[in-house]
């Protein structure tokens, strides 16, 4: 068998939308089905990436250049869906212990009172790093819940990343390739018509404006659930006024 025949295939957006929608079909659309949707869908991408970065090696195709504590691309604005910010949160709330959960809360949300609304090339200008980022060992405080968007997330050329970063040059050129991210268009596809079938609001929102609201205002997964939109100040759009300049 060739190498080339080995190569992951991303999942095709309208199928998993499909297996979404029965998904949420037979469970109910509840916050533990919601929750479990997430959970299978990060653990069904962590083997498409494996895969990914296996082919990559083994046929020689394409260089990954990233490794841990690198973190130059936790300088921007990050957009999931509403499910991935529930997610998250929980996560920030059930996996640290009480002190270290609380901590992180109050670092979310004081760093969005700040930065709300900033677009992704404001961030990686101003070097504004992720609050989840640990300052000092610049790894993923909650790598094992991250957003897809994140997950993605990769180059082949170190030295254009540090370049883009150094020079604060929110559009130099950083080589991907486009399979990682065919994988998360598929997911954030599903998500899309399964829950708009489900009357459920589903728009990209921005990380940290999700996650502050979910943790400052009062019963944010239950409005939600019940169709209502918690996340009007929290869209995605309003943080992505980027515009590229001219070539
Ligand atoms: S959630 Fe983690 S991986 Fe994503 S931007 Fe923040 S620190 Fe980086």
Redesign the pocket.
């Known amino acids: 068998m060739n190498v080339a025949d080995l190569r992951p295939v991303p999942p095709e957006g309208e199928r998993e939308a499909r297996r979404y929608v029965d998904y949420f079909v037979r469970n109910g659309v509840t916050k533990g089905s919601v929750l479990k949707s997430v959970e299978l869908t990060y653990a069904r991408s962590n083997v498409f990436f494996d895969d990914t970065y296996t082919y990559f090696e083994k046929s020689g195709t394409f260089d990954i250049a990233c490794a841990k504590g690198c973190?130059f691309?936790?300088h921007?604005m990050?957009s999931v869906v509403p499910p991935e910010a529930f997610y998250?949160a929980n996560y920030i709330r059930t996996e640290f212990d009480a002190d270290a959960s609380r901590a992180m809360i109050e670092r979310i949300v004081a760093h969005d009172a700040e930065n709300r609304g900033k677009s992704g090339a404001a961030r990686h200008i101003g070097r504004i790093?992720?609050?989840?980022?640990d300052p000092e060992s610049h790894l993923?405080?909650?790598?094992a819940g991250?957003?897809l968007?994140?997950r993605s997330?990769h180059s082949s050329d170190v030295s254009a990343c540090r370049t883009g970063f150094e020079n604060r040059d929110a559009y130099h050129p950083t080589p991907s390739h486009a399979l990682f991210f065919k994988n998360t268009q598929a997911y954030y596809d599903a998500y899309g018509t399964a829950l708009h079938d489900a009357g459920l609001f589903v728009e990209p929102l921005e990380?940290n404006a999700a996650l502050a609201t979910i943790f400052t205002e009062k019963n944010v997964f239950l409005r939600w659930l019940k169709g209502e939109n918690p996340f009007e100040n929290a869209l995605a759009d309003a943080a992505l006024t980027d515009a590229p300049p001219p070539a």
Do not use: E, I, K, S
Request: hydrophobic share 45%; with cysteine.
């Open positions: 973190a691309c936790c921007t990050v998250l790093a992720c609050p989840m980022l993923c405080t909650v790598h991250r957003p968007t994140c997330m990380l």
